[in-house]
């Protein structure tokens, strides 16, 4: 019996719904744009509306439970709605209204954030950390100062060369263990050819090798002197030639000057003459 009151209930609401709708005339759609509007006190309900939905979505935005794709649903629908309401409010100024752009609140517009050199777009509540925007808002640490040259040569000695490397004694060190090290090789070395008779048979290679130059140079000494060169010495050095004194070159400079002042003042025919003079003198002409 409560089933059928129940269902008679409900029956019963949805009917009373039904002529209630019927009685209330039918709710005006706001215009899809602002400049079909032509009545200064509807734009101001139009943007009360917008107003007013903003801050349900900015409230609804906040849950960071939503899951990624309906927060930024969100966020791209305040960021149109934001859009719309500066079209409003452009239009209340052409209609003669307040211009709310410099005297209206704007509170929900400053809870957004505007990523760096995107202006015009701004992320909200959740949005502001998802995947790829957090990065984003994240200030990059500031740049090492530029140093010039001069502030480069500051920190440039004898150490930055290499200069002073031997007076820590360091190097000295590790050379010392390297030295004494390889020496003892090659005692080592030297012990194990000598007990093998490796020693004696390189000492007769270079012999052998010395003699074989001995008898090449000799043999081109005997070629040379069959040739005819009777100049050619027993020894093939090279006799070291004898050295001009300075009061020669500074003969030779003056010859040499004279002969250029010659050639460049003197005509033809006196030097002509010159040269006969010489010849039957038998001796230079001296200026």
Same mark, same amino acid.
Not at 61 to 89: P, S, T
Not at 126 to 130: E, Q, S, V, Y
Not at 260 to 280: F, G, P, V
């Given at each position: ?78 960021? =149109?709605?934001?859009?719309? =309401? ?36 701004k992320y909200f509540g ?5 995947p790829g925007v957090r ?10 100062? #530029? ?77 040379? #002197? ?29 010859? =040499? ?14 030097? #002509? ?15």
């Open positions: 019996m409560a089933r059928n009151q129940e269902k008679a209930m409900s029956l019963l609401a949805r009917w009373y719904a039904y002529q209630k709708d019927l009685e209330t005339p039918e709710k005006a759609k706001r215009p899809y744009l602002a400049t079909e509007c032509h009545s200064l006190q509807e734009s101001e309900k139009w943007r009360h509306q917008i107003i007013k939905e903003i801050a349900r979505k900015v409230s609804q935005i906040q849950n960071a439970g939503l899951g990624e794709f309906r927060i930024r649903d969100l966020n791209d629908e305040i960021n =149109k709605l934001i859009r719309e =309401k500066g079209h409003w409010q452009d239009r209340i100024v052409e209609l003669g209204g307040p211009n709310y752009h410099k005297v209206g609140p704007k509170m929900l517009d400053h809870e957004g954030k505007e990523l760096p050199g995107n202006r015009g777009y959740a949005a502001k950390d998802l990065e984003l808002f994240e200030e990059e640490p500031p740049k090492p100062p #530029r140093q010039n040259r001069g502030d480069l040569m500051k920190d440039i000695d004898a150490y930055y060369y290499g200069y002073l490397d031997d007076d820590d004694g360091v190097l000295m060190k590790l050379e010392a263990e390297v030295e004494a090290k390889a020496r003892h090789m090659a005692i080592e070395e030297w012990k194990l050819k000598k007990e093998t008779g490796e020693l004696d048979k390189e000492l007769e290679e270079e012999e052998r090798v010395e003699r074989e130059e001995e008898d090449r140079r000799r043999k081109e000494l005997e070629t040379a #002197r069959e040739e005819g060169d009777e100049d050619t010495p027993k020894d093939l050095t090279i006799a070291p030639q004898e050295v001009p004194s300075q009061k020669d070159m500074e003969l030779h400079l003056l010859h =040499k000057k004279k002969m250029e002042l010659i050639l460049k003042y003197a005509s033809e025919d006196l030097q #002509r003459n010159s040269e006969n003079a010489k010849t039957l003198m038998g001796k230079s002409l001296n200026f």
